[in-house]
């Protein structure tokens, strides 16, 4: 609608003077407070333009761009398609170009190197005049792109072969757009007849007779070299010139019914069973004529209904083209339609080169799971991919969320799923070496015992401290059978049975020795100052400080399940990977490494104690007492635990801590029980059996103050006798025996003699 057509349209308006129109779309005559007697019988661009972006993202494409002619129709058409685009979202524009009125030389090749400064933008939408879609298909197939653009273009285009004459590979696989219409074939019949004498009425019929055969009516017109005839009036239409019948005959035959009948329906209401106009009707009121046309709903002439809204426009239906070459025979062929919905016959499309496919217009490819879309600032039909990483899934399209803290992302990111369970298995490496050192351990401390039960009353299973020596195969017993504990699946039973044992066995192993070393020290210590023998030395009293001191850990270990009751849960932190897939969730007991060292530390403690008593009583001659068994099995001890502490703290980051802590636990606290075991019971288990006839008696007549006094008096008179080798040691005291009789059998004091 050029500014001609809109000053006479106001004029119009303000003469309230309806009109209806068979052939204006221009969207702004929509507006209802400039336009308001305005009507037409044709859909607006608007519905064109929505008809078109529904086209674009039924195809998929979402980056495209836009041409229009300078002008009311090419820029207000592209104006109304961007804004619809924008409406419903997912169509972005790569380029907008407008062609000129009057387009310089090369005009139309610049335009097209603007349209290929982005290739992945491939379809263009075209509003523009025929002459210029023409030129501008001329232009890309001079830079040889045939079948790289994609046309979607709008009535204008049509289904019109003079834009696209002689470039019809160029334009293969265009689509087009036309209002819904259809050849009226009474009308071809009238106007074919029609001649100069026939169709006198009408007085632009003339300028069109000229036109059509190419010639001139008046003889002075005639110019010599012109190549003009004279025209005969023999001339038939159709017969001696092409005919096609005009698209919008349709829209004129109807836009004439719709006033007839609103003429019509007002007389019959104003002027009821009057013939001409009354006085009502004369002159005849615009404003109530506008609301008869407003209110007409009749069939055309083509079946279709007519009818207006509240702004004057009839409805949008239109019909979809695609130019396609088959057998080297280019048409357009309708393969869909439009009426407020998009309706299109997918197989029936064809694309350049014959192809069945849908060719892509998009900015951005889709991204792959688990890559979530970064948006291009200002461009939201572009993007980046970015990776969904590390315990991240992709929540949409364009977020990534972290999974909850039990679950781990698939392999695709594209959701989470539970984070494996694992936990010690009997099955394991792991684990079947310290069950096969726990139970050849519980064998042989069962096999002492037995062994001890037996010969209980013999000189050697006396002389070792009975009372104390099952309290000390107790705790090795109990040390062995917590690898099981260690092992076995947690709950809430072997969590509180881990509290108990863990640090009760060994607790009961090194009180017994404490008690031990203590009464050997506090014997040899009272013996240099007086021959009484120190309290607390006989039986009952050792067991009673024994027990005193596992009491303690005993009850360190009930106020520990007052104040935190035992549980097993799943620690996901503890195995929490870098890469998802190695994550695993532990079930395990509450116990954490600070309460496992509170939990060791009291046993720590007596253990150092009672090496502290052994470094003491190393001095004492060997064949009194065991000391320096004690002394050997308290060192080696440390020497483990010492190992112990930077094998389990120093792999606390490893994917395998679980593994490790544990087998290193359990090991250390069965060697711990192997060496008290092999270096204090074997050897007498080797000679009560196999040697019994050194299980004997041998000087069962002295008294312990004069066992303490003899030895003391030996420490006292020669230093140098506990540098004799064991089995060796002769104190000055035995030599002064036996130069009074005594046999050399008898001077020799054994340890074993006596239950120190």
């Excluded at 607006?44 to 761009?65: C, E, F, K, L």
């Excluded at 006396?462 to 059978?481: M, N, P």
């Excluded at 969590?495 to 203590?518: D, E, P, Q």
């Excluded at 596992?550 to 503890?574: M, R």
């Amino acid at each position: 609608m050029d500014s001609l057509t809109s000053r006479g349209l106001q004029e119009i308006t303000l003469g309230s003077i309806p009109q209806v129109s068979y052939a204006s779309t221009a969207p702004e005559l929509s507006d209802n407070t400039r336009y308001d007697f305005f009507s037409r019988v044709v859909p607006p661009d608007t519905y064109q333009a929505q008809a078109m972006v529904d086209i674009v993202r039924h195809m998929g494409w979402n980056y495209v761009s836009t041409v229009a002619s300078e002008g009311n129709y090419g820029e207000s058409g592209v104006d109304a398609f961007i804004q619809k685009s924008r409406e419903d979202g997912g169509v972005c524009i790569s380029q907008s170009v407008k062609i000129p009125r009057e387009p310089k030389v090369g005009e139309f090749d610049k335009i097209i190197h603007r349209l290929g400064e982005n290739p992945n933008a491939r379809v263009v939408i075209i509003f523009a005049n025929e002459d210029d879609i023409r030129r501008l298909l001329q232009a890309a197939k001079k830079v040889n792109l045939t079948g790289h653009f994609l046309w979607v273009g709008s009535d204008s285009w049509g289904s019109k072969i003079s834009p696209v004459l002689h470039q019809e590979e160029m334009a293969e696989g265009a689509v087009t757009i036309l209002p819904k219409r259809q050849s009226i074939k009474g009308f071809d019949r009238y106007f074919i007849s029609r001649t100069l004498e026939n169709n006198r009425r009408n007085i632009w019929f003339a300028e069109f007779w000229e036109n059509n055969f190419n010639c001139k009516l008046n003889r002075h017109a005639l110019k010599k070299g012109s190549g003009i005839k004279k025209c005969t009036n023999q001339e038939r239409i159709g017969k001696d010139s092409s005919y096609e019948q005009e698209g919008k005959v349709m829209f004129v035959i109807d836009a004439v019914y719709a006033m007839a009948h609103a003429l019509h329906n007002m007389h019959s209401d104003l002027c009821p069973g009057k013939v001409g106009l009354c006085s009502k009707m004369d002159p005849i009121d615009g404003t109530l004529l506008l609301k008869y046309i407003r209110d007409v709903k009749i069939t055309g002439i083509a079946g279709n209904p007519v009818q207006f809204n509240e702004n004057g426009d009839a409805p949008g239906r239109y019909d979809i083209y695609q130019y396609q070459i088959n057998n080297k025979t280019a048409e357009y062929k309708i393969i869909g339609h439009w009426t407020d919905q998009l309706n299109l016959n997918m197989p029936a499309m064809q694309w350049p080169g014959g192809a069945r496919q849908v060719p892509s217009s998009i900015c951005s490819q889709p991204c792959k799971p688990g890559w979530r879309k970064k948006i291009v600032k200002g461009i939201p039909c572009c993007w980046h991919c970015e990776r969904c990483d590390g315990y991240q899934y992709q929540a949409d399209a364009f977020t990534c969320k972290m999974c909850r803290f039990d679950m781990r992302p698939n392999k695709t990111h594209t959701g989470c799923q539970k984070i494996p369970i694992v936990q010690l298995e009997w099955s394991s490496p792991w684990a079947v070496i310290p069950v096969l050192i726990a139970i050849l351990g519980i064998m042989a401390t069962l096999f002492v015992v037995v062994t001890f039960v037996r010969y209980n009353d013999t000189p050697i299973v006396k002389a070792s401290g009975r009372e104390l020596s099952y309290v000390l195969l107790t705790g090795i017993f109990l040390c062995y059978a917590t690898t099981f504990l260690m092992i076995s699946t947690p709950g809430v039973g072997i969590c509180s049975l881990r509290r108990i044992f863990l640090g009760l066995g060994m607790s009961i192993s090194y009180a017994a020795l404490l008690t031990k070393t203590n009464r050997i020290y506090r014997i040899f210590e009272q013996g240099k100052m007086s021959v009484s023998a120190p309290r607390f030395i006989s039986p009952a009293s050792q067991l009673v400080i024994t027990f005193s001191l596992i009491s303690v850990q005993l009850l360190g270990v009930c106020i520990w399940f007052t104040v935190d009751p035992p549980q097993a849960f799943i620690d996901y932190e503890d195995q929490r990977m870098a890469n998802p897939e190695l994550a695993r969730g532990v079930l395990k007991c509450d116990i954490s490494d600070l309460s496992l060292i509170c939990l060791l530390g009291y046993s720590m403690l007596l253990m150092v104690t009672c090496t502290v008593y052994a470094i003491k009583t190393r001095g004492v001659p060997e064949t009194f007492n065991e000391a320096k068994p004690i002394g050997f099995t308290m060192y080696t001890t440390c020497i483990i635990w010492l190992a112990f502490i930077p094998i389990f703290f120093g792999t606390s980051q490893s994917t395998e801590k679980m593994y490790i802590q544990t087998t290193t636990l359990t090991i250390s606290v069965s060697l711990s029980a192997s060496v008290s075991l092999g270096m204090l019971y074997m050897p007498k288990v080797y000679v009560v059996l196999l040697h019994p006839e050194q299980n004997v008696a041998k000087r069962n007549t002295r008294s312990l103050k004069a066992v303490v006094t003899a030895a003391t008096m030996s420490n006292k008179f020669n230093p140098k006798v506990s540098l004799r080798p064991n089995g060796e040691a002769k104190t000055e005291l035995c030599e002064n025996l036996e130069t009074q009789g005594l046999s050399p059998k008898q001077t020799y004091i054994s340890y074993s003699n006596h239950a120190i």
